[in-house]
């Protein structure tokens, strides 16, 4: 279960393509909306195991545009474009949090943690109700760990490091192996995208 989730017209076409997604045997990762090509709503998907590929994105993007069809959820025209959620990817759910912890991050909070509402660091515990993170600038006077609640997150991204990298490509590699694919000497999965241009308004 998700428990970082998306406000307003984003969140409704989470509403309307999180089930057709998982019905696909995929994960939602995050709705984005960003005025590129006039207007572009990102769905950001994954494996049960995390990886992602361009066949992947092609079938999510199959199994969700009769959804947004019907659904109908934006009154103009839009691109529509399925992803994985990259190496810098989102974490929206305890188990991202979990498999992340010991990487760097940076998170922005709904409401002030210790007259603050952005942070930065190393997650170091996960509980059932908070994350304990290990800040890696704080400011003077300022404690280097804080315990953040999960109904307070607002945001929460890991941040692109060297250890992050290898550590993405050798979960991406021993996830293929589990399922008997060929390894792939390309870029990891974090690049894959599936596009569909403008259509008319009422439809992607």
Known sequence: MRIVKEQGLEAKIADAVEAAIEQAGYRLVRVRISGLNGMTVQIM???PDGTMT????????????PVLDVADPVDKAYHLEVSSPGIDRPLVRKGDFETWAGYLMKLETNRLIGERKRF???IVAVTDEVIRIERDQPAYGEPNAVEIPFDAIGEARLILTDDLIAASLK???AARKRRGEP????????????EHADDEPGTH
């Open 171 to 173: 979960a991406d590699k």
């Open 54 to 65: 361009v066949e992947d994105c092609e079938a999510v993007s199959r199994a969700i545009s």
């Open 120 to 122: 930065r660091g190393k």
């Open 45 to 47: 998907a994954e494996r």
């Open 183 to 194: 390894e792939e000497p390309e870029e990891p999965e974090g690049d894959e995208t599936a």
